[in-house]
């Protein structure tokens, strides 16, 4: 075999390495603050780790980190926990990041939160548990619109340039990231670029939905879809969320055991790889001496 040769099937080995470890060994191959896991898989659900190109096959008990992102195909759906307890059900056809999620260190339920997920296509339902700290900032962002949760349970859907929100618990604030350009004449607050930002309040058992560019719609009681959503999803949602919340170290442990097979899988792969190198290694040396 010519050198060349060797140094491409080297390579390749090492390549695979790489690819496992930028996708399943988080633990192993770099230190990250943990969002959350998976609590459920069903169908065909995709990772992208941040700053990662390559999606990965999400499974249960798989850890979260900010940056990451979700999809799932058709008749597909997913559960996620985040560490404080807040749970996200994302539907099929849906992509959504984590962009963000924090707590205060050491200061438990009273500390300053920080979440931001941001919805590309597609379908959540969200339980976000109360906040208590008045600094805290929870918020689910697509391309139209803006939710603003205190502690609540609702669904953020978006499709094309249309955002719908349903409040089945609390109060959301929805909010267009630029509305709509200042009518002329109207008494409306506006930015240098005549940009009046607007923002509307949902409540328990309302809708709105906001098309991009747009102001918000006046809320309006849920539609007879959304009831039936409400009864046949939402309500059982609310059962796995408070089970989940009762087992939470539970899963954490089940979280950590999955980081940890999957460090093993890494070192496994990269001692394989390791003897195959060497023997090639052998195998080059083998050769030279044939055509000496």
Not at 181 to 201: C, F, I, R, T, Y
Not at 266 to 292: A, C, F, H, P
Request: proline share 2%; charged share 35%.
């Amino acid at each position: 075999m010519s050198q060349g040769g060797f140094l491409r099937r080297a390579v390749v080995f090492i390549f695979s390495v790489a690819l496992i470890c930028a996708f399943g060994a988080e633990g192993l191959c770099r230190e990250q603050i943990l969002v959350g896991s998976f609590t459920a898989v069903k169908g065909k659900v995709e990772l992208l780790r941040g700053g990662e190109e390559n999606w990965g096959r999400a499974e249960k008990d798989m850890p979260v980190y900010p940056g990451d992102k979700v999809k799932t195909g058709s008749k597909a759906e997913a559960e996620l926990i985040l560490d404080d307890g807040s749970m996200l059900r994302i539907e099929e056809k849906t992509q959504i990041e984590i962009i963000d999620s924090k707590t205060e260190e050491g200061k438990g339920e009273d500390g300053r939160k920080n979440i931001l997920l941001n919805l590309g296509a597609g379908k959540i339902l969200n339980n976000f548990k109360k906040l208590i700290n008045k600094e805290s900032r929870v918020s689910v962002a697509t391309s139209a619109a803006i939710a603003g949760i205190r502690g609540t349970e609702f669904s953020v859907e978006a499709v094309e340039n249309k955002t719908e929100v349903a409040v089945f618990e609390g109060e959301v604030e929805v909010s267009s990231p630029a509305s709509f350009e200042k009518d002329a004449g109207a008494d409306l607050p506006a930015d240098e670029a005549g940009v009046a930002p607007q923002s509307v309040k949902v409540t328990q058992d309302q809708q709105t939905f906001v098309e991009k560019g747009s102001a918000p719609h006046t809320p309006q009681e849920l539609t007879e879809k959304m009831r039936k959503y409400r009864e046949s999803v939402v309500a059982k949602f609310h059962e796995r969320v408070e089970r989940n919340r009762e087992k939470l170290d539970d899963i954490r442990k089940r979280r950590e055991a999955k980081i940890e097979g999957m460090k093993k899988k890494v070192s496994d792969m990269q001692e394989r790889n390791q003897e195959k190198i060497e023997g090639l290694k052998d195998r080059q040396k083998e050769d030279i001496k044939t055509i000496k």
